[in-house]
């Protein structure tokens, strides 16, 4: 028996559509029974329109894709969440550039999508893999992802969202005087929360730098 | 008894000392001066001689005032020597180039000592024309000097009969003389004085104020030892009490002026005077018989005889020949009372003795019956009259004389009036001046404040706007930064991924192994590739972290920027715990233009090839910049600080920090500032 599966390539790179396309041509060829209908699309409301028209079982989708014009969708994660909602059976496999664990955090705890994979990890073969594994209903996380995963688990600091928020812009450059503009917090409460990050890692006394590395070290971001 | 004598004798003594008093060190004529002064080394002739030289000197240098002071000094000589003449000359020559160089003190003195000497010679018009010049110029003599020509003038005015003014002079002379320190030769004056004005008194009939004169001239006389004033006061003191017909007490005063008999060898004609007079004071009394006085009177007249012509014994003479006719008047005895009275008025007549002559002309008158004895009242009456006529005329010409006087006494109040108004105005001027001067002062401080305010506003402000500056540029650069790693992410890493993910899917089967495996290390390479991108991506981001604060990128790259254009290596080093954001801008400010005047010292003097600039933090307040560099060197205690270290060193006393400099010759310099923060 043949299953068609139809699939929606979210990514605005033609040469990454084009490669998956190749590895889902690949994987039918190895697996007979898999019949693939490819669609694509490059930016929010065509990937949400798509969805929404035809049937779509399985989406692989970007996270930095262009948003939507009425500004509701902003990134693959809310995409991936509104698609969600209208197919709750649609699977997703997310594939994204981003390798830094907040965003890992994020994209999992929001989206909890069947399979995460970092760019920089895929290979022809666990691409493969992961198709499989997502075909068989099993979660499928790619190096990185797994190596972060582990990270948690093994700490136990307790970090809200304003601290992650905090530690992801830092670690992205923004400076302290700017950071009010993305956290919904005083500069006085931001200063007093880099304080006590620092108390929580056991860095006192050393500069925000620091701080990110052993952030980073310790799986936050 | 007549003064005239003592004006003599006080003319003499008291001629004015002249004291030279210039001010250029003309010193030969000076010791010159002084030896012809020295009376008691030198002989008169001797004095004249070093006078003579010294004024011979003075008119070489040509300055008039020495010349003056040298011509007086020398007319006194003369005087001394008595060559009357050449002192009448001398002084006449000094007046004359006085007034031509308005030299008012010599005009004064030279004044007075040709109306002393016209007064001496009883040349009365020209002694009041002197006199009353040299009192013009009295303000201008010197304090001690200035009642000379008031006792003169006394003395001239009471010879005119014009009792009231000499008067006036002999009180203005008292009050000069009471105004100085007590001196003996001013004692004497006074004591002139007094005698003068009592004799002046009796001949008003103010008896009673005549007596009180003369006590005082006696009282002074003894406090003196000066016996023969005290006789002579004793004498017209005695004359006061005969004209107030009290005999006895007159006769009482010629016994006491006649108990010291040394009188009778020093002065036997004085002593004849008292005598005579105190004989006819006893005939006057009446109790004493007519022969006994008539042989005392004649033991007086006899005296005289022998004598040759002199004033004082033609005067003693004529006075006894009246004594005697009187008395032989009274004892009818009317042939020697002729005899005596004509000879009375003959002698009187000679010396110009009035008074003697008046009446001797109204005891013969007296004596002679019929016209002869009209004809002598007549002529009694003639110069009774005459006299009057010429005491009145005198009183008109001095009084022209001293109204010429007012005159320029007016004048002079005017000058002086004159004088006071510039006095005023100039010291107006000048405190206004000062005023002026003290409003620009202040005004200048104020300036000078307000321009340090601005000057260090400006230095803020210009700091600011480099930290504004600052800013941007780290904004752009940021944002730049920004850019590109978000565009080697997005689109540079993505389509890479998408060649890579599309190449492993083409089916290299049909190839050699070789192939494959060459393949495989490419598409390994790729991946590394991209991983090099992401890393590179990532630290642009991250590169704003690095900075630690704008004011040290800006001396970094302040430090940076002059070594590269002065070729020398420069390492720039700061305490991590240094929290520039809590540092006053000030301070800042000051810091920067630090760093900026001793790099510029570096530069321009040490010829360094590496410069260290170091901060750290010696305590939690304690700020401490470093700037060293391995120059050439000098002597921090010899070398005179140029322009660039003061600065360094006012901008650090500002900030109320320390500051040193070590310095070792070809090895280098440090500068060590610290500061409180």
């Known amino acids: 028996m043949i299953k068609t599966i139809h699939v929606l390539i979210v990514d605005d790179h033609p040469l990454i559509v084009e490669a998956y396309k190749n590895a889902l041509l690949y994987f039918s060829n190895q697996n007979k029974n898999f019949e693939f209908v490819i669609s694509k699309a490059s930016n929010c409301d065509d990937a949400y329109q798509k969805v929404k028209d035809k049937i779509i079982d399985l989406v692989f989708l970007d996270i930095k894709i262009p948003p939507s014009k009425d500004g509701k969708l902003l990134s693959g994660e809310d995409l991936g969440l509104a698609m969600k909602t209208l197919r709750p059976s649609l699977k997703i496999i997310v594939s994204t550039m981003f390798n830094n664990n907040f965003r890992i955090n994020n994209i999992l705890s929001v989206l909890n999508p069947e399979a995460l994979l970092i760019k920089d990890d895929i290979q022809p073969n666990n691409l493969l893999a992961a198709l499989a594994s997502v075909f068989d209903d099993m979660p499928y996380y790619s190096k990185t992802v797994l190596k972060f995963l582990r990270k948690r688990i093994t700490n136990t600091y307790v970090l809200d969202k304003n601290d992650m928020l905090l530690l992801y812009h830092l670690s992205k450059g923004v400076r302290t005087t700017d950071l009010t503009k993305y956290i919904p917090l005083s500069h006085g409460s931001i200063e007093r929360r880099k304080k006590q990050l620092k108390g929580v890692f056991l860095i006192d006394d050393c500069d925000d730098s620091e701080l990110i590395r052993v952030a980073e070290e310790k799986g936050f971001i | ?338 005899k005596y009275a004509k000879e009375a008025y003959a002698i009187a007549k000679d010396i110009g003795e009035n008074e003697i002559l008046l009446d001797a002309l109204l005891v013969l008158s007296e004596l002679e019956d019929g016209d002869k004895g009209k004809a002598h009242l007549r002529e009694h009456i003639r110069i009774n009259d005459s006299l009057l006529q010429l005491e009145r005329s005198n009183r008109d010409k001095f009084a022209r004389i001293r109204y010429g006087t007012g005159q320029i006494e007016t004048e002079k109040d005017k000058v002086e009036k004159e004088r006071d108004w510039l006095y005023g105005i100039s010291i107006g001027l000048i405190s206004i001046a000062m005023l002026i001067l003290v409003i620009i002062a202040q005004r200048y401080r104020n300036n000078k404040l307000q321009f340090a305010k601005d000057q260090q506003q400006a230095n803020e402000e210009i700091y600011q706007l480099m930290i504004t500056q600052q800013n941007k540029l780290e904004e752009g650069r940021h944002q730049e930064r920004y850019r590109i790693s978000e565009e080697l992410h997005d689109g540079v890493l993505s389509k890479l991924f998408g060649v890579r993910l599309g190449l492993g899917f083409i089916d290299v089967k049909g190839q050699t192994q070789d192939d494959v495996d060459k393949y495989k290390a490419y598409m390994g390479q790729i991946q590394t590739l991209e991983k090099d991108i992401r890393i590179l991506s990532h630290d642009l981001r991250q590169d704003g972290l690095s900075s630690k604060g704008s004011f040290n990128e800006i ?51 040490a010829e360094a090839t590496e410069l260290s600039i170091n901060f750290k933090k010696e305590n939690e307040a304690i700020l401490v910049l470093e700037i060293s560099d391995n120059g050439k060197g000098f002597d921090a205690k010899v070398t005179h600080r140029g322009i660039g270290l003061k600065n360094v060193a006012s901008r650090v006393k500002k900030l109320k920090g320390d500051f040193n400099i070590a310095s070792i010759k070809e090895k280098g310099t440090t500068l060590r500032i610290s500061i409180a923060v």
């Open chain 2, 1 to 338: 008894m007549k003064p005239l004598q003592y004006f003599v004798v006080l003319l003499f003594a008291g001629v004015l000392n002249l004291q030279a008093q210039n001010t250029i060190p003309v010193d030969s004529i000076y010791i010159l001066r002084d030896l012809s002064r020295d009376k008691e080394t030198y002989s008169p002739q001797q004095r004249l001689r070093f006078a003579k030289r010294s004024s011979e000197l003075a008119r070489q240098t040509g300055i008039d005032s020495i010349i003056l002071n040298n011509n007086l000094d020398l007319a006194i000589e003369y005087l001394n020597l008595g060559d009357l003449n050449t002192y009448l000359k001398l002084n006449h020559k000094s007046l004359k180039l006085a007034i031509d160089s308005k030299s008012n003190r010599i005009i004064s003195v030279a004044s007075l000592n040709i109306g002393g000497y016209y007064g001496v010679r009883r040349n009365i018009d020209s002694a009041f024309y002197y006199l009353y010049k040299s009192l013009k110029y009295n303000n201008y003599n010197k304090a001690e000097d200035r009642h000379s020509v008031h006792l003169y003038l006394s003395y001239m005015e009471g010879s005119t009969g014009n009792y009231a003014e000499s008067e006036y002079h002999s009180i203005k002379a008292l009050k000069f003389i009471d105004e100085l320190p007590e001196t003996i030769t001013l004692q004497h004056d006074k004591r002139d004085i007094y005698y003068y004005m009592a004799s002046i008194l009796r001949r008003e009939g103010n008896y009673k104020m005549a007596i009180d004169y003369n006590n005082k001239s006696l009282i002074i006389s003894k406090e003196l030892k000066d016996k023969l004033s005290e006789l002579h006061t004793l004498n017209n003191m005695a004359e006061v009490y005969r004209e107030l017909d009290k005999y006895e007490e007159a006769i009482s005063l010629y016994e006491e002026a006649l108990y010291d008999e040394s009188i009778k060898i020093e002065d036997p004609i004085f002593y004849a005077m008292l005598l005579v007079n105190k004989a006819y004071a006893q005939f006057q009394k009446g109790n004493n018989s007519n022969q006994n006085i008539i042989s005392q009177l004649k033991l007086g007249y006899r005296i005289n005889d022998t004598l040759d012509r002199d004033y004082e014994k033609l005067l003693l003479k004529s006075a006894t020949s009246y004594y005697l006719s009187k008395v032989y008047q009274k004892s009818q005895q009317k042939d020697s009372s002729y």
């Open chain 2, 555 to 605: 001396i970094h790259t302040f430090i940076t920027k002059q070594c590269e254009l002065h070729n020398f290596k420069s390492t720039f080093t700061t305490e991590d715990s240094i929290n520039w954001s809590t540092i006053a801008e000030k301070t800042k400010v000051h810091i920067y233009r630090i760093i900026q005047e001793s790099m510029h010292n570096v530069i321009k003097h």
